[in-house]
């Protein structure tokens, strides 16, 4: 491909999300940024342009998506709250949580988006330019990450062009992401247990039994291999090889560092720059310093053991 962009990137600002707004109603595909990572919007409520977003990634379709509305009443026509879930909402939406509740049989969307599931994953996020783009349409949008399937996940949009070019629409870009790892899922279950399905930001609940897949894929997130540099990836390294891009934290430095001064919010925010750094880089093998497991380090944690699977 030329240095040329085949897929339009647009500014979120009035104009960006309304030519959006327009390409989703006809049933396009457009990378949309959240506070965790860009998503790969479609309507939800349309087969053919959900079909759209399994075909540009190459995602399974086992795999369901996470459904973006504006907040909790417009959730509640696609989701059955109890107030377990209800309370969840309240307290953090809008913002990096997913709520896997039951699907209401009359929510309207199209099969995929649940990939047969009686359960649906729904979130109200708090970017600006997403929320603006939720109010000028009338449906609500499925979005998973925008990147081919497995492949690292993009916090800006040039990492959307780097898997997607030519595949979809538009991107509308709104900077660099602010979270830098995607959204907390819990599921709340019918006897109104919280169960989390994928570490995030947010701690929130029971932690779930971990791994990749178990008795099926609930959420999206819980393949044993996901967010691949495609290159090996060796985890709590010390030392790096001549043949290996170091990522480093705190005092280990590292070829990129997801945080000199050892914080692991910034680590979080910066973790698939430096991964898609590692992927460009020369050196065909990847070290990662060792991130400590607290709070948002537990999804670090997480994604970099998936992308070393």
Same mark, same amino acid.
């Given at each position: 491909?030329? &240095?040329?962009?085949?897929?339009?990137v647009?500014?979120? @600002?009035?104009q960006?999300?309304?030519k959006? +707004?327009?390409?989703?109603?006809?049933?396009g /595909? %457009?990378?949309?940024?959240t506070?965790t990572?860009y998503?790969?919007?479609a309507?939800?409520?349309?087969?053919? +342009?959900?079909?759209? *977003?399994?075909a540009?990634? @190459?995602?399974?379709?086992?795999?369901?998506?996470?459904v973006?509305?504006?907040?909790?009443?417009?959730?509640?026509r696609?989701? %059955?709250?109890? =107030?377990e879930?209800?309370?969840?909402?309240?307290?953090?939406?809008?913002?990096?949580?997913? /709520?896997?509740?039951?699907r209401r049989?009359?929510?309207?969307?199209?099969?995929?988006?649940?990939?047969?599931l009686?359960?649906i994953?729904?979130?109200?996020?708090?970017?600006?330019?997403?929320?603006?783009?939720?109010?000028?349409?009338?449906?609500?949008?499925?979005?998973?990450?925008?990147?081919?399937s497995?492949f *690292?996940?993009p916090?800006?949009?040039?990492h959307?062009?780097a898997?997607l070019?030519?595949?979809?629409d538009?991107?509308?870009d709104?900077g660099?992401?602010?979270? &830098?790892?995607?959204?907390?899922?819990?599921?709340?279950?019918?006897?109104?247990?919280?169960?989390e399905?994928? =570490?995030?930001?947010?701690?929130?609940g029971?932690? @779930?039994?971990?791994?990749g *897949?178990?008795?099926?894929?609930?959420a999206p997130?819980q393949?044993?291999?996901?967010?691949?540099p495609?290159? =090996?990836v060796?985890?709590?390294? /010390?030392?790096?090889?001549?043949?290996?891009?170091?990522?480093?934290?705190?005092? %280990?430095? @590292?070829?990129?560092?997801?945080?000199?001064?050892?914080?692991?919010?910034?680590?979080?925010?910066?973790?698939?720059?430096?991964?898609?750094?590692?992927?460009?880089?020369?050196?065909?093998?990847?070290?990662?310093?060792?991130?400590?497991?607290? &709070?948002?380090?537990?999804?670090?944690?997480?994604?970099l053991?998936? +992308?070393?699977?």
């Amino acid at each position: 491909m030329s &240095g040329k962009n085949v897929t339009d990137v647009v500014a979120a @600002g009035p104009q960006g999300i309304a030519k959006a +707004a327009q390409i989703l109603e006809s049933g396009g /595909l %457009v990378a949309v940024p959240t506070e965790t990572v860009y998503g790969l919007a479609a309507r939800a409520d349309s087969a053919a +342009a959900v079909a759209k *977003i399994y075909a540009a990634k @190459g995602r399974p379709d086992f795999n369901p998506l996470i459904v973006h509305v504006a907040g909790l009443a417009q959730a509640e026509r696609y989701g %059955v709250f109890s =107030p377990e879930a209800r309370a969840l909402a309240e307290a953090h939406w809008p913002g990096p949580l997913t /709520l896997v509740v039951p699907r209401r049989d009359d929510a309207g969307l199209a099969d995929a988006v649940t990939a047969g599931l009686p359960t649906i994953a729904l979130r109200a996020p708090a970017h600006p330019a997403m929320r603006a783009l939720l109010a000028a349409v009338d449906f609500p949008l499925a979005a998973p990450s925008a990147n081919r399937s497995g492949f *690292i996940s993009p916090t800006s949009a040039a990492h959307v062009l780097a898997s997607l070019d030519g595949r979809i629409d538009m991107v509308l870009d709104g900077g660099v992401t602010t979270s &830098g790892v995607e959204s907390t899922i819990v599921a709340v279950r019918a006897d109104g247990s919280i169960e989390e399905l994928r =570490p995030g930001p947010l701690q929130i609940g029971t932690r @779930g039994k971990g791994g990749g *897949i178990e008795a099926r894929v609930e959420a999206p997130g819980q393949l044993a291999s996901h967010y691949a540099p495609g290159k =090996p990836v060796r985890l709590n390294a /010390l030392d790096a090889e001549a043949d290996e891009f170091w990522i480093g934290f705190g005092a %280990v430095a @590292g070829d990129c560092t997801l945080s000199a001064s050892g914080d692991a919010t910034e680590a979080a925010a910066n973790l698939y720059a430096c991964l898609h750094k590692a992927a460009l880089a020369p050196q065909p093998r990847i070290a990662v310093a060792p991130v400590p497991e607290d &709070g948002i380090g537990r999804a670090i944690n997480d994604r970099l053991r998936r +992308a070393a699977a």
